[in-house]
T-cell receptor, first 111, second 112 residues
Framework: SQQGEEDPQALSIQEGENATMNCSYK?????LQWYRQNSGRGLVHLIL???NEREKHSGRLRVTLDTSKKSSSLLITASRAADTASYFC???????????WGLGTSLAVNP | SAVISQKPSRDICQRGTSLTIQCQVD?????MFWYRQQPGQSLTLIAT?????????ESGFVIDKFPISRPNLTFSTLTVSNMSPEDSSIYLC?????????FGSGTRLTVV
C-alpha cells in the first residue's frame, strides 16, 4: 500500500522534553508534509519539506527527510502541554495532487 | 493562506436521513478535497471536487452515497445520504496551496 507509516503510534512525555515522530513511505515523493490535529478538529499544516531538501526548521519544529531511506522525522523541542495533539505525515507522489497520509502519532505532553 | 469556513461543526442525525456539509473558501481554488476520518484513524480521501465537472471518487466511495456539488471556485458541498451508524465520522474539506493544504475545521457527525 502507498500509505505512510508512522511511529510511535502514541508518545507520552513531560513538558520541556523533546518529542520525535517518524514517518516512512514506500514510493518516490515530491514533498512530505506534517500536520497537527487537536481533539478531532481540522488539521493545521506545520511544515512542508521538498524531496530535494534534507532538513527544515520552523520555530520549535525540526523536520528531516532521508529519501534514500524513504523516511522523515518531526522533532518538537522543549515541548509544552499545548503541543498535545495527533501528528500526521502526508506526501504527494508523481503528478497527483492527492495527499497520501500516515496513520498518525498521538502525542501527550504532561505538565 | 486560504481560510475555509466549514459547517455544521457537528450534528447528530437519525439513520436513513441525509446531511449536507458546506465549505466556503475565501479565495478561488481549482480543486477541493473531501475526507472522512473515522474515530482514532487517519484521513481517507472521499473525492476530489473540481468546478464545472463531476467529482472524482476514490475506491469505496460512490456518488449516490456521497453526492458532491461544486457550483463555483469558492464553494462545495458534500452530502452524506441514507446515513447509518457506520457513517459516524469527522468529515473534512481541504484545498491545496503551494506550501501545503488548508483544512476546514471539520464536521463531527454522529448517526443514531
Amino acid at each position: 500500500s502507498q500509505q505512510g507509516e508512522e511511529d510511535p503510534q502514541a508518545l507520552s512525555i513531560q513538558e520541556g522534553e523533546n518529542a520525535t515522530m517518524n514517518c516512512s513511505y514506500k514510493t518516490s515523493i515530491n514533498n512530505l508534509q506534517w500536520y497537527r490535529q487537536n481533539s478531532g478538529r481540522g488539521l493545521v499544516h506545520l511544515i512542508l519539506i521538498r524531496s530535494n531538501e534534507r532538513e527544515k526548521h520552523s520555530g520549535r519544529l525540526r523536520v528531516t527527510l532521508d529519501t534514500s531511506k524513504k523516511s522523515s522525522s518531526l522533532l518538537i523541542t522543549a515541548s509544552r502541554a499545548a503541543d498535545t495533539a495527533s501528528y500526521f505525515c502526508a506526501f504527494n507522489a508523481g503528478n497527483n495532487r492527492k495527499l497520501i497520509w500516515g496513520l498518525g502519532t498521538s502525542l501527550a505532553v504532561n505538565p | 493562506s486560504a481560510v475555509i469556513s466549514q459547517k455544521p461543526s457537528r450534528d447528530i442525525c437519525q439513520r436513513g436521513t441525509s446531511l449536507t456539509i458546506q465549505c466556503q473558501v475565501d479565495s478561488q481554488v481549482t480543486m477541493m478535497f473531501w475526507y472522512r476520518q473515522q474515530p482514532g484513524q487517519s484521513l481517507t480521501l472521499i473525492a476530489t471536487a473540481n468546478q464545472g465537472s463531476e467529482a472524482t471518487y476514490e475506491s469505496g466511495f460512490v456518488i449516490d452515497k456521497f453526492p458532491i456539488s461544486r457550483p463555483n471556485l469558492t464553494f462545495s458541498t458534500l452530502t452524506v445520504s441514507n446515513m447509518s451508524p457506520e457513517d459516524s465520522s469527522i468529515y473534512l474539506c481541504s484545498v491545496g496551496e503551494n506550501y501545503g493544504y488548508t483544512f476546514g475545521s471539520g464536521t463531527r457527525l454522529t448517526v443514531v
